[in-house]
T-cell receptor, first 114, second 115 residues
Framework: DVKVTQSSRYLVKRTGEKVFLECVQDMDHENMFWYRQDPGLGLRLIYFSYDVKMKEKGDIPEGYSVSREKKERFSLILESASTNQTSMYLC?????????????FGDGTRLSIL | AQSVAQPEDQVNVAEGNPLTVKCTYSVSGNPYLFWYVQYPNRGLQFLLK??????LVKGSYGFEAEFNKSQTSFHLKKPSALVSDSALYFC?????????????FGKGTSLLVTP
């Protein structure tokens, strides 16, 4: 069965800290995505990656960066956390060249920046 | 550009009654359409998709959706609602004529099924 695992369910950090959110998938998928989810705004795409060491900006990349050193792992980095980055973060993955296949989601990381 | 709209923030239905959650889309090419469900403190779970073929698509948990090209809609339906269907539902679209990888999600509709 498909599995996308996010390393933390809940995380509390301080303003200015560098924050790492980790995501691992066990389906050998090429494509991985990071979204943030906020009430009334739905899901907004931050970054995605279609191959190892490849990345593309989504709709709201400002204040974030990503790392994809291995196929199964996609990390989201908040370079200097700010309170407006308090949100639910969702990781997803999907297979290569079959982009009409659904994305599989992790359970999310609820991040609070104090 | 591609986008999707869910015009209702919340839908209330009595258990046993039919339910409909509305979704309209906008794409320049052929639409690839998806419905997802999110239970509290969980990620999104895939329900069903429309890529091509029959306009009526059947999915998980007894849900179905009807693709209507003339009305650019993809409404989610279930003949008889269960209390356990109460959750947040998201519609998403990808432009099949676009080589991009991303889905555009709607803002979500909260479904409340009362006993």
């Amino acid at each position: 069965d498909v599995k996308v695992t996010q390393s933390s369910r809940y995380l509390v950090k301080r303003t200015g800290e560098k924050v790492f959110l980790e995501c691992v998938q066990d389906m050998d998928h090429e494509n991985m995505f990071w979204y943030r989810q906020d009430p009334g705004l739905g899901l907004r795409l931050i970054y995605f990656s279609y191959d190892v060491k490849m990345k593309e900006k989504g709709d709201i990349p400002e204040g974030y960066s990503v790392s994809r050193e291995k196929k199964e792992r996609f990390s989201l980095i908040l370079e200097s956390a700010s309170t407006n980055q308090t949100s639910m973060y969702l990781c997803a993955s999907t297979g290569d060249r079959v982009l009409n296949q659904p994305q599989h989601f992790g359970d999310g990381t609820r991040l609070s920046i104090l | 550009a591609q986008s999707v709209a869910q015009p209702e923030d919340q839908v209330n239905v009595a258990e046993g009654n039919p339910l409909t959650v509305k979704c309209t889309y906008s794409v320049s090419g052929n639409p690839y359409l998806f419905w997802y469900v999110q239970y509290p403190n969980r990620g999104l779970q895939f329900l069903l998709k429309y890529i091509t073929g029959d306009n009526l698509v059947k999915g998980s948990y007894g849900f179905e959706a009807e693709f209507n090209k003339s009305q650019t809609s993809f409404h989610l339906k279930k003949p008889s609602a269960l209390v356990s269907d109460s959750a947040l539902y998201f519609c998403a679209v990808r432009d099949g004529g676009n080589s991009g990888y991303a889905l555009n999600f709607g803002k979500g509709t909260s479904l409340l099924v009362t006993p």
